[in-house]
């Protein structure tokens, strides 16, 4: 195996345990007798390693939940070929650090120094993620939230595709990041109404939960938002009527037929 090989097979394993439901479901692939073999392989090639190899191997390997002393020597080879990631590249590496909540010291603010030059670059879901990672890490990041607003307003204006998940993730990541950006929030509402039904539980509640965070009412949002979660109530977990029905609440929203 070079280093391609190993990086690709990585990412293919972590994609389709994923996919397939966790470890629950399905065992988890790092106790497979085979996967002191592929570490083998993954220390022999990671001098050669390059950026994306990095990346994707931190995102299997944090996808598949391994802690392993491999993960703290990929850390390393990212933080010293750094200046060289691209925008999907550093955004893996910050969900990486938040989704394994162990960051190496410096390495979230390392990623951050490298990205919010390169902000413009970033695509919407690279955005999401690394947004995610900062509110989930709880950063105090200002510079690179503002930052991320800015493009991802821009990107809204040029009718560039987001998937829901991107467009609730962004929302709720202003949240948690304390950052009032109304008029994207503003942006994102119009897209949710237009594209509503494409929306599943999890980005219907977290996008309401959202504005009514931050106390933001746009036109028909919770309207259009609250005919979709009725259609889509048998779907919805615990965590989600808890959420749907706290920002209805909270924002005085009349739905009564949501709510009973």
């Given at each position: 195996?070079?280093?391609?090989?190993?990086?690709?097979?990585?990412?293919?394993?972590?994609?389709?345990?994923?996919?397939?439901?966790?470890?629950s479901?399905?065992?988890?692939?790092?106790?497979?007798?085979?996967?002191n073999?592929?570490?083998?392989?993954?220390?022999?090639?990671?001098?050669?390693f390059?950026?994306?190899?990095?990346?994707?191997?931190l995102w299997?390997?944090?996808?598949?939940?391994?802690?392993?002393?491999?993960?703290?020597?990929?850390?390393?080879?990212?933080?010293?070929?750094?200046?060289?990631?691209?925008?999907?590249?550093?955004?893996?590496?910050a969900?990486?650090?938040?989704?394994?909540?162990?960051e190496?010291?410096?390495?979230?603010?390392?990623?951050?120094d490298?990205?919010?030059?390169?902000?413009?670059?970033?695509?919407?879901?690279?955005?999401?993620?690394?947004?995610?990672a900062?509110?989930?890490?709880?950063?105090?990041?200002?510079?690179?939230?503002?930052?991320?607003?800015?493009?991802?307003?821009?990107?809204?204006?040029?009718?560039?595709?987001?998937?829901?998940?991107?467009?609730s993730t962004?929302?709720?990541?202003?949240?948690?990041?304390?950052?009032?950006?109304?008029?994207?929030?503003?942006?994102?509402?119009?897209?949710?109404?237009?594209?509503?039904?494409?929306?599943?539980?999890?980005?219907?509640?977290n996008?309401?939960?959202?504005?009514?965070?931050?106390?933001?009412?746009?036109?028909?949002?919770?309207?259009?938002?609250?005919?979709?979660c009725?259609?889509?109530?048998?779907?919805?977990?615990?965590?989600?009527?808890?959420?749907?029905?706290?920002?209805y609440?909270?924002?005085?929203?009349?739905?009564?037929?949501?709510?009973?």
């Open positions: 195996f070079d280093c391609i090989n190993i990086a690709t097979a990585l990412h293919r394993i972590a994609r389709c345990h994923r996919d397939r439901g966790g470890p479901h399905h065992g988890n692939p790092t106790r497979d007798v085979r996967w073999q592929a570490l083998h392989h993954l220390s022999r090639n990671l001098p050669d390059q950026p994306r190899h990095l990346s994707g191997t299997a390997l944090a996808t598949l939940n391994y802690r392993g002393s491999e993960l703290d020597t990929l850390f390393e080879a990212a933080r010293i070929k750094l200046r060289d990631f691209g925008s999907i590249d550093l955004a893996l590496v969900w990486s650090i938040a989704t394994l909540k162990g190496p010291t410096g390495l979230y603010e390392a990623v951050s490298v990205a919010v030059p390169q902000m413009s670059d970033f695509e919407p879901q690279a955005l999401a993620n690394i947004c995610w900062t509110a989930t890490l709880r950063k105090e990041n200002d510079v690179l939230i503002r930052h991320a607003a800015v493009v991802a307003s821009k990107l809204i204006d040029a009718d560039r595709p987001f998937r829901p998940h991107e467009y962004i929302a709720w990541s202003m949240v948690l990041t304390q950052a009032r950006e109304e008029p994207l929030f503003h942006k994102i509402a119009a897209k949710v109404v237009q594209n509503v039904g494409e929306f599943g539980p999890q980005e219907l509640t996008t309401v939960w959202a504005f009514a965070s931050l106390g933001v009412r746009s036109e028909n949002l919770f309207e259009v938002v609250g005919e979709e009725k259609r889509k109530l048998p779907s919805f977990n615990t965590q989600n009527l808890t959420n749907v029905a706290w920002s609440m909270h924002l005085a929203v009349d739905s009564p037929d949501l709510l009973d």
